[in-house]
């Protein structure tokens, strides 16, 4: 299965900018180019959510707390898939993860984790 690499957290000011990145290592194109891909993210104590997802198709979806804020984007070449974060909010906070969207998900990586502080 695809091994998951999440990048490009870190620890930005209120009002700041990240982009992650995920890689999915080992992935057959013809698999990557056929699932829906999604970031999550999950702060202590709280389950996981999805947070954007980008189908196959490139239809792509926001939670109502990152609508107009986050952009997911996805190079299959590549089998990478992004996540451009403007205007964070200290509710941002959280680490981050991508993987598929649907019932058949692969193993999580290790997320990236993405800190909002003054």
């Known amino acids: 299965q695809p091994h998951l690499v999440e990048s490009g957290g870190g620890l930005v000011q209120p009002g700041g900018s990240l982009r992650l990145s995920c890689a999915a290592l080992?992935?057959?194109?013809?698999?990557?180019?056929?699932?829906?891909m999604g970031w999550y993210r999950q702060t202590p104590g709280k389950e996981r959510e999805l947070v954007a997802s980008?189908?196959?198709?490139?239809?792509?979806n926001y939670a109502d707390s990152a609508k107009g804020r986050f952009t997911i984007s996805r190079d299959n070449a590549k089998r990478k898939v992004f996540l451009q974060m403007n205007s964070l909010y200290a509710e941002d906070t959280a680490m981050y993860y991508c993987?598929?969207?649907?019932?058949?998900?692969?193993?999580w990586g290790q997320g990236t984790q993405v800190t909002v502080s003054a």
């Open positions: 980008m189908t196959k198709y490139g239809v792509t």
């Open positions: 993987n598929t969207v649907g019932p058949s998900q692969w193993p």
């Open positions: 080992r992935a057959i194109l013809s698999t990557y180019n056929n699932v829906d």
